[in-house]
């Protein structure tokens, strides 16, 4: 008959019963009584593993074999399964709207004085994975090509994306440049099943200025 170990190395963990995980927790029996006696006792005097998780040590050593260690490690266990439960991944910011684009990469762009290219990666809930830098250009001008930005995408999972930069002569609105740029980008992420949402440009806010950002999708440049 095989040991929890050798099932666990054969199988996988998912594979193992109760008993044959608390042999593993337990390590060792005692004598005339091996350790996956005293998990089947263990599980047979408590009743489910709930039952188990709200006993206190002076309950748990009430099962032949278990004594204040074993009991403690037990116990460890199961707070640790608690505290997995409890414990949430952070909540992912959403960045679908070009303001919010905006306002994420405010700070990063501010005082750039060459163009640079920026793909944000979404989740198909569209909330935020990952920004990478994905080129730097010369003072009026940036390069991309839909590899380098679709790699990013792909290696990160993403369902979505969106593209930005920056004009470091404060003036958002798109150059032809950048309206080539967004239709391959476009056409590229219908082929690979990675949606565009937007491409925004960022210039600086300032009184009296133009808008500090464009959307190119709301400007009509994208195809649909």
Do not use: W
Not at 23 to 34: D, F, N
Request: proline share 6%; charged share 25%.
């Amino acid at each position: 008959m095989q040991q929890p170990r050798e099932r666990l190395l054969m199988d996988g963990i998912d594979a193992l019963s109760h008993a044959e995980l608390l042999s593993i927790l337990l390590g060792s029996g005692v004598k005339g009584h091996p350790v996956k006696a005293i998990s089947e006792d263990l599980i047979l005097h408590h009743g489910s593993l709930n039952q188990m998780a709200c006993a206190d040590i002076p309950q748990l050593c009430q099962t032949r074999g278990i004594g204040v260690d074993k009991a403690m490690i037990i116990k460890a266990a199961f707070a640790l399964a608690k505290r997995l439960v409890e414990e949430r991944p952070p909540k992912r910011r959403l960045l679908e709207r070009p303001e919010q684009v905006a306002q994420h990469l405010r700070e990063r762009v501010r005082f750039e004085e060459v163009e640079c290219l920026y793909v944000i990666l979404l989740n198909a809930r569209h909330q935020h994975i990952k920004t990478e830098e994905v080129s730097r250009g010369i003072l009026d001008a940036v390069m991309g090509h839909p590899r380098e930005v679709f790699q990013h995408a792909i290696r990160h999972r993403a369902a979505a994306l969106v593209l930005a930069h920056n004009h470091p002569s404060g003036d958002p609105m798109p150059s032809e440049s950048d309206i080539r740029l967004t239709r391959e980008m476009f056409r590229a992420g219908q082929i690979l099943k990675i949606e565009l949402l937007d491409h925004v440009i960022l210039g600086r806010p300032g009184k009296g200025s133009p808008p500090h950002f464009v959307s190119l999708r709301e400007q009509g440049y994208f195809y649909h």
